[in-house]
């Protein structure tokens, strides 16, 4: 079982439309969760740090639950340049090993 | 402020041969990472290291080492290149409150 799973892509959405990602990680000793948008093969870059009381940036929202051990992250009103692929991260251990997910891939359609 | 830098960005390697990428930080970041990136896949961490003089293994460590004799700085050795390491190499650095910033990436052929 891979340490960080998310859904399969890719999601086709139309302009407006709200979409949902998740993602589950399976070593309960993880300590930060984050979201990352990665463009065409450039370097991934940071949407938003994860926090289980849950955190808001604009139209982007994020949640954890460490119980279920689950991450989501959802995009209201998507734009056309919300189309990337976006990474699930958590840190593990002592040592912060910085774990990715496979990604899961958006194109926003007019 | 550069952030993370990496270098050389492009490389064509022939099989067998040698060469090391550097990643190269300004942010005292303690934590740093080379991860590598294949088609359709997603980033597989190869080695990473936790301070100065530190190195430790990832998934993907064989036909690579690392050393990190500065802070600063965290070096990807391939001793001798094969066609299977023809992928896109990011460099990470973390600090301990995180996130993760990444550099641009070094695209590398080996034919």
């Known amino acids: 079982r891979k340490e960080v799973e998310q859904d399969p892509g890719p999601f086709n959405v139309p302009e407006g439309a709200t979409v949902a990602f998740n993602c589950t990680y399976s070593n309960s000793a993880s300590q930060s969760f984050f979201w990352y948008r990665q463009d065409c093969r450039k370097e991934p870059k940071l949407l938003m740090s994860v926090y289980s009381s849950g955190n808001e940036d604009g139209r982007f929202t994020a949640q954890l639950n460490r119980a279920s051990q689950y991450i989501s992250l959802l995009i209201r009103d998507s734009k056309l340049s919300d189309s990337a692929t976006y990474l699930c991260?958590?840190?593990?251990?002592?040592?912060?090993?910085?774990?990715f997910g496979a990604g899961t891939r958006l194109a926003v359609h007019p | 402020n550069a952030g993370v830098t990496q270098t050389p960005k492009f490389r064509v390697l022939k099989t067998g041969q040698s060469m090391t990428l550097l990643c190269a930080q300004d942010?005292?970041?303690?934590?740093m990472y080379w991860y590598r990136q294949d088609p359709g896949m997603g980033l597989r961490l190869i080695h990473y290291s936790v301070g100065e003089g530190t190195t430790a293994k990832g998934e993907v460590p064989d036909g690579y080492n690392v050393s990190r004799l500065k802070k600063q700085n965290f070096l990807l050795g391939l001793e001798s290149a094969a066609p299977s390491q023809t992928s896109v190499y990011f460099c990470a650095t973390l600090s301990s409150t995180g996130p993760a910033f990444f550099g641009q990436g070094t695209r590398l052929t080996v034919v």
């Open positions: 991260v958590v840190t593990v251990g002592g040592y912060n090993k910085l774990i």
């Open positions: 942010m005292n970041h303690e934590y």
